[in-house]
């Protein structure tokens, strides 16, 4: 029989116990290029002997698995984040409150998911998982969110599909928005790496080897290629000189549960290389994003009502 790459259901949940696989009330999700593979490490044992080559069998070690993909940045269209992205989000470190994800420092804060991914008739499952998140977008169109999983790897198993019903609300576009560091400035793309340093927690006690996956640290890093101006419009040199920090806001669309907006209190250059895109002069600038009041580094929000 033959199995297709386009046949495939990709499905999250939060769990109710870090490390402990759900099995039930996934949230259906609309994801691009997804790829779940084993990350267990190999050891060949390869002591000396009478024969050159492998005489004994090699032993995988800790079950570790990967999951990479993209997902669009959206709401629900009425009140909240896509379901199914509010699951993922969440499981980067991100604290839902009141459908504004901030960054969280308490562990506590953190949460993993179960997630399943159905290939035409066999189910692959990675849980005690979380993830970093790049978020990227270009002016006119999607922001997406690039997430890399790290996790519980399980034996896969035959399945067929089950039900699919993702969310339908369209995503934002980059434009007829907002993008201020400061005051207003034009880019033709914004990236921010929320830079999560995700770390499998190992546990002699687990049958994987593995408690779950937990976040020890992040460094966010916003990016874009700001269009120069004049020194007396803005002296970008004597603000990266100075260490100035500044204000940064991203919206995306408007409505309730349609617009979402990015907030950085305190933004701070960390390089700002002059570039060209196509005949204008820009800066290729990457900052870091520092906190403000308690853990608020970043946030992202969805307009309730």
Known sequence: MSMLTRK???????????????????????VYDPNIRPSAPFEPRRGPGKYIGNSVAGIVQEKSGILTCSAELRGNGTNAMDAGLSVLLQCCGLKNTAETYQVASAVADH????????????????????????FEGETGKRMMCNFEFKGIWDTPVD??????????????????????????????????????????????????????????DNDPVLSCDLEAELVAAYDIHGI??????????????????????????????????????????????????????????????????
């Not at 949460?111 to 008739?121: A, L, R, Y």
Request: glycine share 10%; with cysteine; charged share 20%.
């Open 111 to 134: 949460k993993t998911c179960t997630i399943q991914v159905f290939e035409d008739g066999k189910k692959k499952v990675l849980y005690g998982a979380m993830a970093n998140p790049i």
């Open 8 to 30: 495939k259901i990709i499905q999250a949940k939060i769990e109710a116990e870090k490390g402990t696989k759900e099995t039930a009330g996934f949230a259906d999700l609309l």
């Open 159 to 216: 399945e067929a599909l089950p039900a699919f019903s993702p969310g339908t609300e369209a995503p934002p576009i980059l434009a007829n928005g907002t993008f201020t560091i400061g005051t207003a400035k034009k880019v033709s793309r914004v990236s921010l790496n929320m830079g999560n340093e995700v770390v499998l927690r190992m546990d002699i006690n687990a049958a994987s080897g593995i408690a779950h996956a937990v976040i020890v």
């Open 240 to 305: 990266w000189l100075a260490g100035t920090e500044a204000a940064v806001s991203l919206v995306l669309g408007s409505g309730a549960g349609k617009q979402i907006t990015f907030t950085i209190p305190k933004f701070q250059y960390r390089e700002i290389p002059e570039g060209n895109r196509d005949g204008i002069l820009i800066y290729d600038a990457t900052g870091q994003c520092n906190h403000d009041s308690g853990d608020d580094a970043v946030a992202i929000a969805v307009l309730t009502a």
